[in-house]
T-cell receptor, first 113, second 110 residues
Framework: DGGITQSPKYLFRKEGQNVTLSCEQN?????MYWYRQDPGQGLRLIYY???????QKGDIAEGYSVSREKKESFPLTVTSAQKNPTAFYLC????????????FGEGSRLTVL | QKEVEQDPGPLSVPEGAIVSLNCTYS??????FMWYRQYSRKGPELLMY????GNKEDGRFTAQVDKSSKYISLFIRDSQPSDSATYLC??????????FGTGTRLTIIP
């Protein structure tokens, strides 16, 4: 079945550690996105990529990094510079053009201890 | 002013009631008006969308856009417990870089 796979579903991290969240899609979509979701704040865009080897900062990129070496993969690293990393992270993909429909993964919940 | 404003709720209604969920937005250039549904601990999924002004119906769901007042609504008729979820509005230009409302958490009470 086509879709987006995020891993791990739950992740615990000590302060000062970097962690990488995985996102893989087999929908053959060109564009991929990372959103962060916090209670009462909705979804906020961290990074997005519309083509391999290229990506742009979203609204809250500070403390995060990404890479897009393959069309299918868009991993997100939460660095120790991110002040409040505890959140629910959502990866999404879309075709380019059209209505802008996003297809989301099931999310990764990161908790910093 | 936020680009998209949405009442976060929570909203609880009895089964069978008509539900009205609303958003306002500030950018008059938005052309696509999307509604996503998100079940607890899951990713959002597209419920329906409209292009420009007007209404669109899909089963028990009706999406309505009033561009003159920058107001978008989602109506759910004959609400069911399975409709309990968070509903997110997302007006956009059609370039995939969506701006989401905060989401309204809805509970349908059996």
């Amino acid at each position: 079945d086509g879709g987006i796979t995020q891993s791990p579903k739950y992740l615990f991290r000590k302060e000062g550690q970097n962690v990488t969240l995985s996102c893989e899609q087999n929908l053959n979509h060109d564009a991929m996105y990372w959103y962060r979701q916090d209670p009462g704040q909705g979804l906020r865009l961290i990074y997005y990529s519309q083509i391999v080897n290229d990506f742009q900062k979203g609204d809250i990129a500070e403390g995060y990094s990404v890479s897009r070496e393959k069309k299918e993969s868009f991993p997100l690293t939460v660095t120790s510079a991110q002040k409040n990393p505890t959140a629910f992270y959502l990866c999404a993909s879309s075709i380019t053009g059209g209505s802008g429909e996003l297809f989301f993964g099931e999310g990764s919940r990161l908790t910093v201890l | 002013q936020k680009e998209v404003e949405q009442d976060p709720g929570p909203l609880s209604v009895p089964e069978g009631a008509i539900v009205s969920l609303n958003c306002t937005y500030s950018n008059s250039a938005f052309q696509y008006f999307m509604w996503y549904r998100q079940y607890s601990r899951k990713g959002p999924e597209l419920l329906m969308y409209t292009y420009s002004s007007g209404n669109k119906e899909d089963g028990r769901f009706t999406a309505q856009v009033d561009k003159s007042s920058k107001y978008i609504s989602l109506f759910i008729r004959d609400s069911q417990p399975s409709d309990s979820a968070t509903y997110l509005c997302a007006p956009n230009f059609g370039n995939e870089k969506l701006t989401f409302g905060t989401g309204t958490r809805l509970t349908i009470i059996p």
